[in-house]
């Protein structure tokens, strides 16, 4: 049972920045990212990379202002996030799998509030 643990959520000023972290309990995913979802809203991909070449991909509402990182010496996936805005309030999750969103693939998710 692959299991999948966020970290780094909380409460920042519009502008300021968080680091969000995933460890996993394997890393053997080809395609591993973040998703979020924010009250009453649908869910939203955010970024994902390729485990293999590192290649990386970003939705456009973070272009620019968030990076996504991986160790996999650490089975840890990372979420830089700058310049943050309130409508990036939202629970964020991690998942394995291109926008791959049920409960099996995910983490519990960590809450972000920009006010």
């Known amino acids: 049972h692959v299991q999948l643990v966020e970290s780094g959520g909380g409460s920042v000023q519009a502008g300021g920045s968080l680091r969000l972290s995933c460890a996993a309990s394997?890393?053997?995913?080809?395609?591993i990212g973040w998703f979020r979802q924010a009250a009453g809203k649908e869910r939203e991909g955010v970024a994902y990379?390729?485990?293999?070449?590192?290649?990386?991909y970003y939705f456009d509402s973070v272009k620019g202002r968030f990076t996504i990182s991986q160790d996999k010496a650490k089975n840890s996936l990372y979420l830089q996030m700058k310049s943050l805005a309130t409508e990036d309030t939202a629970v964020y999750y991690c998942?394995?799998?291109?926008?791959?969103?049920?409960?099996?693939?995910r983490g519990q998710g960590t809450q972000v509030t920009v006010s």
């Open positions: 998942a394995r799998g291109w926008r791959t969103y049920g409960a099996g693939y």
């Open positions: 394997v890393y053997t995913y080809r395609c």
């Open positions: 990379i390729n485990t293999g070449s590192g290649n990386t």
